[in-house]
C-alpha cells in the first residue's frame, strides 16, 4: 500500500507508524519538511505556516442563482472540499453574494477580473477572501480602495497568474507557452503592487497546463517570496487526464515541501477535483480519514468482471467518511495477500471469493454475494 516518490527533495528514510487496528504498519515517509511561509486565514481555514494543506474547488453554476450555488456548495463541503470559490463575472452575480455568504457551508473566495466595483461588494458582502491581480483593476486609486476594503474586512487576496493571462509585455517576441520565469515575473508584478500599499495577505499561485512549466515556475516562486503557494494544473483536463496530470505536478511540489492548499481543476463536477485532491494528499500521508480503495488492475486470471465490479463497490461505498482501506483483488495470486494488507477486502478466485477482515479470512462466498457483503462490512467498520 502507498508508493514512493525517489525525486527531489524527498527524504529515503522510514519509519514506523505503530501499531494500528491490531497490526504493524510500516510506510515510506514521502514528503521532506513543509517549506515555511506567512500563514493567513481563509474564514475558519488557516493557509500557511504549520496548516494542513488544503483542498478547495470552484463552483460549476451560475451564481447569479443563490439556491443553486448553495446547494452546490453543500456538496463540496459533503465531499470533504475545505474552501470553495465562485466567479463573479457581472453585477447580478455581485449581487447575489451577500445571500449566498449567508447561507455558505465552507469559506468562499470570490474570482473577479477587472471590474474593482464587483470585488468592493464582495468584501462587503462577507466574502472570505478575494482572487484577482491588481494589475488588471484598472487605476492605481481603484488598487488602493480595493486594498483598503481587504484590510478593514480582514479579506486575503490570492494573485493567481495563468499561462494564458501573462501580459503582452511579457511576451514580447515569444512564441509558444510562456516560460516559468514569466510566469513569476508576472505574479511578482501584481504582489509588488500589493507590497507598495502595504498589503501582505497574500497567496500567490502560477499555474500551467504544462506539467514541467508549472513545477518549475513554483520552485521559482518558492526561492523567492516567503507568501503560501495555491497549488494547480491549470485546465487540466477530463478526470482521467486531468487527474494524472494534477497528481503528478502538485505531487511533485508537496514531495519537495513546496504547497500550502491546491485546487485539481478538471473538466467535471467539482466534487471530483475534491475528492482527487484528497487521494493527492492522502497518498502523500498528508491526510487522514476517509475511504481508500485499492483493486487489482485485472488479467486473463480473473474470473470475474473486475472493472464492472470495482466501479459498483466505488460508487456504493461513494459516501464513506471513516478512514477505512479497502482492497478488491481478482485472482489467487495477488489477491490474499493484498486483502490482509487492507482494513477489508475481498480476493475473488475460482468459485468462491474471500472476505478479508483487519488480515484475517472470515468468510467463503459465493462471487456474486462477495459486493454486498464487503459494502457491509465497509459501513459497520465506518461507522464503528
Known amino acids: 500500500m502507498g508508493f514512493f516518490f525517489g525525486f527531489g527533495k524527498a527524504r529515503r528514510d522510514f519509519f514506523v507508524k505503530g501499531e494500528e487496528r491490531g497490526r504493524q504498519i510500516v510506510e515510506p515517509e514521502l514528503v521532506t519538511t513543509r517549506r515555511s511561509t506567512r500563514r493567513i486565514q481563509i474564514g475558519h481555514i488557516p493557509i ?3 496548516a494542513p494543506i488544503s483542498v478547495q474547488s470552484m463552483t460549476t453554476v451560475d451564481t447569479r442563482d443563490v439556491m443553486a450555488t448553495v446547494n452546490q ?4 463541503k459533503a465531499a470533504g472540499c475545505d474552501i470553495a470559490r465562485i466567479a463573479v ?11 449566498i455568504m449567508q447561507r455558505a457551508p465552507l469559506p468562499v473566495v470570490a474570482d473577479i477580473h ?42 486575503p487576496i490570492r494573485i493567481g ?20 520565469e514569466m510566469l513569476v515575473e508576472s505574479a511578482m508584478h501584481h504582489v509588488h503592487i ?75 463536477d467539482p466534487v471530483e477535483e475534491v475528492a482527487a485532491g484528497i487521494a493527492i494528499l492522502k497518498d502523500l500521508g498528508l491526510r487522514q480519514g476517509g ?16 472493472i464492472s465490479a470495482t466501479e459498483r463497490i466505488e460508487k456504493k461505498l461513494g459516501g464513506i467518511q471513516g478512514d477505512v482501506r479497502v482492497a478488491v483483488m481478482g485472482c489467487e495470486v495477488n489477491g490474499p495477500g493484498e486483502a490482509k494488507a487492507a482494513d477489508v477486502g475481498i480476493a475473488y478466485g475460482h468459485g468462491v471469493a474471500l472476505l478479508v477482515k483487519q488480515g484475517k479470512i472470515v468468510k467463503r462466498l459465493k462471487p456474486e454475494e462477495a459486493e454486498d457483503a464487503l459494502v457491509a462490512e465497509v459501513h459497520e467498520m465506518a461507522n464503528s
Open 114 to 155: 477587472f471590474n474593482y466595483k464587483f470585488a468592493l461588494m464582495a468584501a462587503e458582502a462577507g466574502i472570505s477572501g478575494l482572487r484577482f491581480n491588481p494589475g488588471n483593476i484598472g487605476s492605481a486609486w481603484k488598487v488602493r480602495e480595493l486594498v483598503a476594503s481587504a484590510k478593514d474586512h480582514q479579506i
Open 194 to 268: 500589493l507590497e507598495d500599499e502595504n498589503f501582505h495577505d497574500i497567496k500567490i499561485s502560477v499555474k500551467s497546463s504544462q506539467v514541467p512549466t508549472m513545477v518549475a515556475a513554483y520552485r521559482l516562486l518558492a526561492d523567492r517570496v516567503d507568501y503560501p503557494l495555491h497549488l494547480g494544473v491549470t485546465e487540466a483536463g477530463t478526470p482521467r487526464l486531468g487527474g494524472l496530470r494534477s497528481a503528478l505536478g502538485i505531487g511533485l511540489l508537496i514531495a519537495e515541501g513546496i504547497g500550502d492548499t491546491l485546487r485539481v481543476s478538471l473538466t467535471a
Open 161 to 180: 497568474v495563468n499561462a494564458g493571462s501573462v501580459e503582452k509585455r511579457l511576451l514580447k517576441n515569444h512564441e509558444g507557452e510562456p516560460t516559468p
Open 73 to 76: 456548495l453543500r456538496q463540496l
Open 89 to 99: 463575472p457581472d453585477l447580478a452575480a455581485a449581487e447575489a453574494l451577500e445571500t
Open 48 to 50: 500557511g505556516g504549520d
Open 291 to 306: 475511504l481508500s480503495l485499492v483493486s487489482c488492475p485485472t488479467c486473463g486470471r480473473c474470473t470475474v468482471d473486475m
